[in-house]
């Protein structure tokens, strides 16, 4: 989509509230028919605290320069407020600094507690902003546990964030977050440590598919951004030489089917008496009809 059509964002966020926390069939009438091109994605995970939002302003800037006529919309997953899909003030602030840039649309939700980690209906909305014809969606999530893996399956580049003082913890991310990542950042450059991590990173770091895994540093100033924003595009020239877009299209539409049909049951199964008594075959069964009733 050109800028030269101004962002509806109160239309947005509207749509996006209520797909949030609508039941499936309710998604489906929003999202199911809809041909809109996919957005390029860019996941940017990493610990909690670890300057994500930051670097993500940094970033969205760069990408959103003058020259740029492009659309792109910001989806902050915030694992700390409950059902209210606030931000929370942090992110607010940061946020705010470039809230008004043309181009850009920012939303923060919270995760509902999805198991994940991930708010267990993030491709829904991210399919929804690909209906108003972003060209690229940058996802934020807190990588713990699962989350990263999940995240890893939604978006075209994983940027794994990891500050100076996760000290130890780059052994125990070796074996999670950091084999998912396509991108790694060492953040808060000016901190010490900043060097001697980037070094350790690249001494576990192997190649992923073939490629090696890029070690960055940035910092809130804005020292490595370019080189970032750089290392993101030449990922997705990568991607899309190695990975035919039908193919993409289709784990995504496996993943999207799978989220739905998961929630599906579990509402299901919250809102219909009875099906689990008996044994497991008269559950399964009646499970089954229940959910061919929508
Ligand atoms: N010294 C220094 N501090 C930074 C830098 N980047 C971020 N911070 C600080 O680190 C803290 C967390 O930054 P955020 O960008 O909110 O980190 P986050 O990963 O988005 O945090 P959550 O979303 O709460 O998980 C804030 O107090 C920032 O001011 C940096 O480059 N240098
Ligand atoms: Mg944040």
């Known amino acids: 989509m050109s800028r030269q059509t101004p962002l509806n964002r109160r239309q947005i966020s509207r749509e996006l509230t209520r797909i949030a ?39 969205v800037k760069e ?42 649309y920012l939303r923060s939700l919270s995760s509902r507690g999805a198991r994940n980690g ?3 209906n993030v491709v829904d909305l991210m399919t929804l902003l690909e209906t108003h014809g972003f060209d690229e969606i940058v996802l934020e999530t807190v990588g713990v546990g699962q989350s990263e893996v999940a995240a890893h399956e939604v978006v075209d580049t994983l940027v794994v964030i990891v500050p100076p003082d996760a000290g130890d913890s780059v052994q125990t991310m070796k074996s999670g977050i950091l084999e998912m990542a396509d991108i790694v950042v060492v953040t808060k450059a000016d901190q010490p440590g900043a060097q001697r991590m980037t070094s350790d990173l690249v001494a576990v770091l192997g190649k992923r598919d073939g490629r090696d895994v890029p070690v960055l540093q940035t910092d809130a100033a ?3 951004i370019a080189a970032l924003s750089a290392a993101i595009d030449t990922h997705r020239a990568w991607v899309t030489q190695n990975h035919p877009e039908a193919l993409t299209r289709e784990s995504r539409r496996r993943y999207h089917l799978q989220a739905l049909i998961e929630r599906q049951v579990q509402d299901t199964l919250k ?11 008269t559950s399964y069964d009646r499970l089954l009809a229940a959910l061919r009733a929508y």
């Open 21 to 59: 926390n609508a039941p499936v069939c309710e998604v489906l009438d929003t999202i199911g028919d809809s041909q809109a091109p996919a957005a390029f994605r860019i996941g940017v995970t990493g610990p909690p605290g670890g300057g994500k939002s930051t670097l993500i302003n940094a970033l």
């Open 63 to 104: 990408r959103l320069g003058e020259a740029s006529d492009s659309t792109l919309a910001v989806l902050a997953i915030d694992p700390s407020s409950p059902v209210t899909g606030g931000a929370i003030l942090g992110d607010r602030i940061r946020m705010d600094a470039i809230a008004d840039l043309p181009g850009l």
């Open 118 to 120: 991930l708010c267990d």
């Open 222 to 224: 804005g020292a490595g």
């Open 271 to 281: 809102s219909k008496e009875g099906i689990l008594s008996g044994t497991l075959n």
